[in-house]
Nanobody, 121 residues
């Protein structure tokens, strides 16, 4: 069994910052991609940021220059530092990881339960 547990969401004023964390636990052989998605009310889920096992990163245009994704492979943890937050960043943020549980099983995508981020004055 693999679990992803997010933390760090909350209420912040426009222009403020938050740092999200997501820890993967359980039987894990390797982790490839780790990323953050979000779903705003009435909108489709969208990819916010992605980090590959080699450290390569991808950001949605809407968050470039404001958000930074990083990972600690020793701790099976991915972070999302969010600065200069805007009301339109309000959403439930979900952690995703592509994990191989052992050498004989193909990779699968796992999801966290989501953490609410609200940007409002």
């Amino acid at each position: 069994q693999v679990q992803l547990v997010e933390s760090g969401g909350g209420l912040v004023q426009p222009g403020g910052s938050l740092r999200l964390s997501c820890v993967a636990s359980g039987i894990i052989f390797s982790i490839n991609n780790m990323g953050w998605y979000r779903r705003a009310p009435g909108k489709e889920r969208e990819l916010v940021a992605l980090i590959i096992s080699d450290g390569s990163t991808y950001y949605a245009d809407s968050v470039k220059g404001r958000f930074t994704i990083s990972r600690d492979n020793a701790k099976n943890t991915v972070y999302l530092q969010m600065n200069s937050l805007k009301p339109e960043d309000t959403a439930v943020y979900y952690c995703n990881a592509r994990i191989r549980r052992n050498i004989y099983i193909t990779e699968n995508d796992y999801w966290g339960q989501g953490t609410q981020v609200t940007v409002s004055s």
